[in-house]
Nanobody, 120 residues
Framework: QVQLVESGGGLVQPGGSLRLSCAAS????????MAWYRQAPGKQRELVAT???????NYKHSVKGRFTISRDNAKNTVYLQMNSLKPEDTAVYYC??????????????WGQGTQVTVSS
């Protein structure tokens, strides 16, 4: 079993910054892609950014140039640096990982979510 623990959310004014972290622990043999999703009230969950084990990165168009995804493979941790935040970035942010774990299969795991609120 694998657990994901997120941190770093909070309340920030428009134009401000936050850094989210998501640490994976448990019976992990290998982590493939790591990603951040978000879900705003009344909306579907959407993909924000992904990073593969090889370092390939993709972003949702609306966050390009403002958000940066990175990972520390030694710590099994993925980060999301969010700059120039806008009210429309307000959402619960979830991390997601594709893991080859102790079950000897690849499984998909989700974090518990962390609230990001951008408001003056």
């Amino acid at each position: 079993q694998v657990q994901l623990v997120e941190s770093g959310g909070g309340l920030v004014q428009p134009g401000g910054s936050l850094r989210l972290s998501c640490a994976a622990s448990g019976s992990i043999f290998s982590i493939y892609a790591m990603a951040w999703y978000r879900q705003a009230p009344g909306k579907q969950r959407e993909l924000v950014a992904t990073i593969t084990s090889g370092g390939s990165i993709n972003y949702k168009h609306s966050v390009k140039g403002r958000f940066t995804i990175s990972r520390d493979n030694a710590k099994n941790t993925v980060y999301l640096q969010m700059n120039s935040l806008k009210p429309e970035d307000t959402a619960v942010y979830y991390c997601n990982t594709d893991v080859f774990d102790g079950s000897l299969r690849r499984n998909d795991y989700w974090g518990q979510g962390t609230q990001v609120t951008v408001s003056s």
